[in-house]
Antibody, heavy 121, light 110 residues
Framework: EVLLVESGGGLVNPGGSLRLSCAAS????????????MHWVRQAPGKGLEWVSS????????YYAASVKGRFTISRDNAENSLYLQMSSLRAEDTAIYYC??????????WGQGTLVTVSS | EIVLSQSPGTLSLSPGERATLSCRAS???????LAWYQHKPGQAPRLLIY???DRATGVPDRFSGSGSGTDFTLTISRLEPEDFAVYYC???????????FGQGTKLEIK
């Protein structure tokens, strides 16, 4: 079983910033955390799933959804088995549960339980 | 941009019945790029099917996927009480690299 644990969510004012973290249990990654592309996916209240961003195993290839490009930054620390999402210029429409997920070759094969981000004054 | 449209929006069935969920793409996509997920409230989404028809690890064989081109189907042969959830299809986009989901089908107990 792959274990992914998100943290860092909370209430933030519009225009504010927040940094999410995802801790991966390296014991349960068959080839080690550093071998896998990782993602952030979110779900707004009452809405469906939306892919947010991805980062390749070595961090060289990074992609964002158009809705967050220029405001969010994904990063990772393979020595610490951790994934991050720095969010800035937050808007009400960024309110969502944010999940980290492992790349399973064109899909997401393991997910964390999510962390809730609420953007409101 | 390729859009995924799922139908029906809500499906009301009883345990033991067969469920057929549809996912239609606005343009043809590779079979390798289509996946299905189950999502229950308060839980992490769960990968069920990848590459259109391959079951993920630990997924019961009552779940099956099929389709090609623009039309894809998730079938649950005999519904168990734990199968009532929201189901999403998902595609991988090659250029620029990204992923999109359908809007979901809610499978509810009749």
């Amino acid at each position: 079983e792959v274990l992914l644990v998100e943290s860092g969510g909370g209430l933030v004012n519009p225009g504010g910033s927040l940094r999410l973290s995802c801790a991966a249990s390296n014991l349960t990654f068959s080839y080690g955390f550093s071998a896998y592309t990782m993602h952030w996916v979110r779900q707004a209240p009452g809405k469906g799933l939306e892919w947010v961003s991805s980062i390749s195993n070595g961090g060289n290839y990074i992609y964002y959804a158009a809705s967050v490009k220029g405001r969010f930054t994904i990063s990772r620390d393979n020595a610490e088995n951790s994934l991050y999402l720095q969010m800035s210029s937050l808007r009400a429409e960024d309110t969502a549960i944010y999940y980290c997920a492992r790349e399973g070759e064109y899909n997401f094969d393991y997910w964390g339980q999510g962390t809730l981000v609420t953007v409101s004054s | 941009e390729i859009v995924l449209s799922q139908s029906p929006g809500t499906l009301s069935l009883s345990p033991g019945e067969r469920a057929t969920l549809s996912c239609r793409a606005s343009q043809s996509i590779s079979d390798s790029y289509l996946a299905w997920y189950q999502h229950k409230p308060g839980q992490a989404p769960r990968l069920l099917i990848y590459g259109t028809s391959d079951r993920a690890t630990g997924v019961p064989d009552r779940f099956s996927g099929s389709g090609s081109g623009t039309d894809f189907t998730l079938t649950i042969s005999r519904l168990e009480p734990e199968d009532f959830a929201v189901y999403y299809c998902q595609q991988y986009i090659t250029s620029p690299p990204g992923y999109t989901f359908g809007q979901g089908t809610k499978l509810e107990i009749k």
